[in-house]
């Protein structure tokens, strides 16, 4: 059985992008069997993977094809030892169809439970909205990591999600938890970063990772290339944290510690 992790957040651009591409790739490196669905319209996954052209078979059919099979909608990498659904949602005519066709939010979950079985962990990065496609992602996961920036209205943000999310599971999915506040794009130089993440860890303890992910060069650079940064400098600052996550994550759940990533 995979565990599904969804990376999700109210607020738009806080890392879950990255966060869900590296992640998956840190997972896959352990040697993990991982799959990454990219539930965001948006459709960034693709493009932290270098891959720029339009996507023929994605989320879309995933979503709204239930007799193609998911081995023919998605993309399998040597290179980064796993395999992508791509979402290729780019229009609003392909959005609307969407919210026309995917009338249940167990849709993706169904789909999951049926074909995602030969995998150790399936990671869904989620837009940064409540529609069809996030409820979609939450509906499907057994484990939410919700990334925050340490500014000043991110309290804020993080509480709204916190009592929608209370709802949403209640309502669709009560086996759903929440992982862990993910720190990410964290300065320690920036006094208003080191106030906000001791606020957090005073107030919500282990709700928040012990691992935080800190701003780096290295994650600007190999997103620019169109790679993790995992792939790009295994020993950089932003891979180095990525994969004491994935440990954290391995640890905090007891997922097969015999694989434990190294
Ligand atoms: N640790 C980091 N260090 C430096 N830059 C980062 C880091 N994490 C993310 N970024 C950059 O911040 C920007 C936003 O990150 P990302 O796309 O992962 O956020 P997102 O939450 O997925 O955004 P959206 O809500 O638009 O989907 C990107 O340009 C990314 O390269
Ligand atoms: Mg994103």
């Known amino acids: 059985m995979p565990t599904t992790i969804v990376f999700s957040s109210e607020k738009g651009g806080v890392g879950k992008t990255t966060s869900a591409v590296n992640l998956a790739t840190a997972f896959a490196v352990g040697g993990y069997r991982v799959l990454l669905i990219d539930m965001d ?13 339009p996507i023929a078979k994605g989320t879309l059919q995933l979503l709204t094809e239930p007799k193609t099979p998911l081995t023919a909608l998605m993309q399998s990498s040597a290179e980064h030892g796993m395999d992508y659904v791509f979402s290729n949602i780019d229009t609003i005519a392909a959005e609307r169809l969407v919210d026309a066709q995917v009338q249940r939010p167990d849709t993706l979950k169904g789909r999951l439970a049926r074909e995602g079985g030969a995998y150790d962990f399936i990671i869904l990065d989620a837009p940064a909205s409540t529609g069809t496609l996030a409820l979609n992602a939450l509906t499907a996961a057994d484990l939410v990591i919700l990334p925050l920036q340490c500014e000043s209205l991110a309290i804020k943000s993080l509480k709204r999600f916190l009592s929608a999310f209370k709802e949403m599971q209640v309502k669709y999915n009560p086996h759903l938890r929440v992982a862990g506040i993910l720190l990410t794009m964290y300065d320690r130089s920036i006094e208003v970063h080191r106030r ?8 919500l303890y282990d709700a928040v990772f012990a691992t935080i992910i800190p701003k780096s060069k290295e994650v600007t650079e190999a997103s620019a290339l169109g790679q993790s940064v995992i792939s790009y400098n295994i020993n950089s600052v932003g891979a180095t944290a990525y994969i004491r996550l994935a440990k954290e994550i391995l640890d905090r759940y007891g997922l097969r510690p015999e694989l434990a990533v190294s």
Do not use: A, E, H
Not at 41 to 53: A, D, E, M, Y
Not at 196 to 201: C, G, T, V
């Open 41 to 53: 319209p948006q459709g960034s996954v693709r493009f932290s993977f270098g891959i720029k052209g």
């Open 196 to 203: 906000i993440s001791r606020q957090l860890y005073d107030t």
